[in-house]
């Protein structure tokens, strides 16, 4: 299971920090990643970050966001700097994992919204 926090409304310029914690049973917690969906537009990867710390941006986010995770805690992470109105969307964080049998297993959390004001 994945459970995202953090988001919210902020004026332009603004900045927010997404959270998704991963819980349950399995056996390793690979790649990790941050989509969001607009309204009106389809679903678009934001971020993505491997299990050795290998980052990805979307180019219209770059400079702005970081992505993080703390593997002893399970916890994926996206800092949000100088928000603007076209970064309101869902955002939704996934995981891909591999459980007792090394059988791989893709998971999405229920997704949060973030809302720029102009």
């Known amino acids: 299971e994945l459970v995202e926090s953090g988001g919210g409304l902020v004026q332009s310029g603004g900045s927010l920090r997404l959270s998704c914690a991963a819980s349950?049973?399995?056996?390793?917690?690979?790649?990790m990643g941050w989509y969001r969906r607009a309204p009106g537009k389809e679903r678009e990867l934001v971020a993505a970050?491997?299990?050795?710390?290998?980052?990805s941006y979307t180019d219209s986010v770059k400079g702005r966001f970081t992505i993080s995770r703390d593997n002893a805690k399970n916890t994926l992470y996206l800092q949000m700097n100088s928000l603007k109105p076209e970064d309101t969307a869902v955002y939704y964080c996934?995981?891909?994992?591999?459980?007792?049998?090394?059988?791989?297993?893709?998971?999405w959390g229920q997704g949060t919204q973030v809302t720029v004001s102009s």
């Open positions: 970050i491997t299990s050795g710390g290998s980052t």
């Open positions: 996934t995981a891909d994992t591999l459980d007792g049998a090394w059988n791989p297993h893709t998971f």
């Open positions: 349950g049973s399995f056996f390793r917690l690979n790649a």
